[in-house]
C-alpha cells in the first residue's frame, strides 16, 4: 500500500476569501449597532446628570431661599461637602448651562438630544 506523503492540507483561496467575506458581513452588521448603542448609553448618562444636577439645584435653592431668576452658584452645588460630591460631566462632550432659578431647565447640555422633558 502506498502513501502519498507529498500531499499538503491547506486552505484554497477560495474558502479564505469565503471567511473573510463572512467576517466582513458580521462586522458591517454589528458596528453600526454598537455606535447606535453609545450614543444612547452617552444620551441616556447625560440626561441623568442633568436632573441629578436638577435636583441638587432644587435643593439648594430651597435649603438657601434662593428665588426666581437668581443666579446658580456651582461653587456651592459642588464639593465634598456639597449637594453633590464632583460636578458631572457630560459623556459625550457636551458643556453644561446653568440657567437661573425657576427656569425650565435649570441646566442643560450643548449637545444635540441631550434634553430634559
Same mark, same amino acid.
Given at each position: ?40 448609553? !452617552? ?8 436632573? !441629578? ?11 438657601? !431661599? ?19 460630591? !464632583? ?31
Amino acid at each position: 500500500m502506498k502513501m502519498n506523503l507529498n500531499r499538503r492540507s491547506a486552505f484554497t483561496l477560495v474558502e479564505v476569501m469565503i471567511v473573510v467575506a463572512i467576517i466582513a458581513l458580521l462586522v458591517a452588521v454589528a458596528v453600526p449597532n454598537m455606535v447606535r448603542a453609545r450614543e444612547m448609553s !452617552q444620551s441616556n448618562t447625560c440626561i441623568s446628570n442633568l436632573k !441629578q444636577i436638577e435636583c441638587a439645584i432644587s435643593t439648594w435653592g430651597i435649603e438657601r !431661599q434662593r428665588t426666581v431668576g437668581n443666579a446658580i452658584v456651582k461653587a456651592e452645588l459642588f464639593g465634598a461637602d456639597k449637594y453633590i460630591r !464632583q460636578e458631572p460631566g457630560c459623556p459625550a462632550g457636551g458643556i453644561y448651562t446653568y440657567n437661573r432659578v425657576g427656569d425650565f431647565p435649570q441646566v442643560s447640555c450643548t449637545q444635540p438630544g441631550h434634553v430634559l422633558q
